[in-house]
């Protein structure tokens, strides 16, 4: 089973930016993997944010947070990295990666159910 870690998490002030990143630990061919980055803040379903294709090429954001998040991903490295930017309150929450496995090649969709999470890393937006 695909696992995932996520790291980057921390305190950071109203305006800032965090750069979150997802490695795996397993020895499973990270490249056969589309990855999807969610978030649960309080109250709320947990949220899609981000996906970023096997292979680096193809992403897709949520229309929500489309315009203040940044996917990429390095294969050679095996990590995911999401970068958030002008961070508010209202953005504290855990934010996880996910998995799903030989997906269309070249695709991601944030629609998609992602079966293989990490544990997350938390986020608190405060002055």
């Known amino acids: 089973q695909l696992q995932l870690v996520e790291s980057g998490g921390g305190l950071v002030q109203p305006g800032g930016s965090l750069r979150l990143s997802c490695r795996t630990t397993?020895?499973?061919?990270?490249?056969?993997?589309?990855i999807g980055w969610f978030r649960q803040v309080p109250g709320k379903q947990r949220e899609v944010i981000a996906c970023v294709s096997s292979n680096g090429v193809d992403v897709d954001y949520s229309e929500f947070l489309r315009d203040r998040a940044t996917i990429a991903r390095d294969n050679d490295e095996k990590t995911v990295n999401l970068l958030m930017t002008n961070l508010n309150i209202e953005d504290s929450g855990r934010y996880y990666c996910a998995g799903i496995a030989k997906p269309p090649y070249g695709q991601c969709r944030v629609t998609w159910e992602y079966p293989y999470w990490g544990q997350g890393t938390q986020v608190t937006v405060s002055s």
């Open positions: 397993s020895g499973f061919i990270f490249e056969n993997y589309a």
